[in-house]
């Protein structure tokens, strides 16, 4: 029997950690705010969800976010993944750039409630 295993990916966080609700969900969750150490992890595990924080910085030269690298990552190792995205609405620009490159089944607008989180990961 396989795990439902979720990638928790925060990158400059300031939010509520998810982590316990994941688990009561039935995933084993690996919580990483690592950009460099969650796509390690996504090469070395396959995982049904990811939970991941957009994030944009001008300074990014050849990239819209923070998450690209993982996502590309993921569609090679874990191409069945359900992508969960949380943002600030300020990028939203940026997230419709980032969503003409990538697949991605939801995107929640911070501030975030766990009945939100909950109904994206059940259907």
């Known amino acids: 029997m396989s795990h439902n295993r979720l990638l928790f990916f925060v990158d400059e966080g300031g939010f509520d ?3 316990p609700l994941f688990v009561s969900m039935g995933f084993v969750v ?8 969650a796509v390690k ?16 910085n001008p300074e990014f030269r050849d990239r819209v976010s923070n998450i690209e ?7 090679s190792h874990s191409p069945e993944v359900k992508i ?3 943002y600030d ?10 969503k003409q490159r990538y697949r991605l089944d939801h995107v929640l607008t911070f501030p975030i409630n766990e009945q939100t989180i909950t109904t994206c990961l059940s259907v």
């Open 69 to 75: 690298s993982l996502l590309a990552t993921l569609e």
């Open 17 to 19: 950690d998810y982590t």
């Open 41 to 56: 992890l996504a090469k070395k595990n396959q995982y049904q969800v990811l939970v991941a924080e957009f994030s944009y």
């Open 84 to 86: 969960i995205v949380l």
């Open 30 to 37: 690996d919580f990483e705010d690592s950009q460099r150490k």
């Open 89 to 98: 609405e300020i990028n939203q620009i940026q997230l419709n750039q980032l």
